[in-house]
């Protein structure tokens, strides 16, 4: 199978990784293979949830720019999409900061916030409620925009939810 590698070399524009799947998402004073800056992240391989069970969706931002003070300024939209028919989409519980618009479908939600901060690469996640969410499909699509020079990027991802 090819194997599509990111080149993550250009040290002058805003990058994001890729959407990763996790089954949990906690901070942690750990060492080991799924643990990223302080944060054990414990992948969900096979992009399939139960319905009973909370999904976190986890990424990482680079090259963020400082301004004089040395703080990073950035937005972080999320659009949750269901690909069923009449479906509810997933309830965020954690993992976001300050909220700066909600838009809530019928079978989509946009969510919106502003970050700040003192470090170039950063990284963030968000905890979902599959609750009542009917079985099928699911997308997440995560924009990032650097707010001191406007330069974006984004990435989805498709998911599972069974009964």
């Known amino acids: 199978q090819e194997l599509y590698l990111a080149d993550y070399s250009g040290r002058d524009q805003l990058l994001m990784s890729d959407i990763e799947l996790a089954f949990w998402v906690a901070p942690t004073q750990e060492s080991g293979p799924?643990?990223?800056?302080?944060?054990k992240v414990i992948p969900m391989a096979s992009k399939s949830f139960r319905k009973n069970q909370n999904a976190f969706v986890f990424f990482e931002i680079y090259n963020l720019n400082?301004?004089?003070?040395?703080?990073?300024?950035?937005?972080?939209?999320?659009?949750?999409?269901?690909?069923?028919?009449?479906?509810?989409?997933?309830?965020?519980?954690?993992g976001v900061g300050r909220f700066l618009r909600v838009k809530d479908k019928t079978k989509e939600i946009e969510i919106s916030y502003e970050q700040t901060g003192d470090v170039a690469d950063d990284m963030a996640?968000?905890?979902?409620?599959?609750?009542?969410?009917?079985?099928?499909?699911?997308?997440?699509?995560?924009?990032?925009?650097?707010?001191?020079?406007?330069?974006?990027?984004?990435?989805?991802?498709?998911?599972?939810?069974?009964?």
Do not use: C, M, W
């Open 66 to 94: 400082r301004d004089n003070f040395g703080q990073t300024k950035y937005r972080v939209d999320y659009l949750f999409r269901t690909h069923e028919k009449g479906a509810v989409p997933v309830k965020i519980l954690r």
């Open 125 to 163: 996640y968000v905890e979902l409620d599959l609750q009542d969410v009917a079985p099928g499909q699911q997308q997440v699509r995560i924009d990032v925009t650097d707010l001191l020079t406007n330069q974006s990027v984004h990435k989805e991802i498709v998911f599972g939810i069974n009964p």
């Open 34 to 39: 799924f643990v990223k800056r302080g944060l």
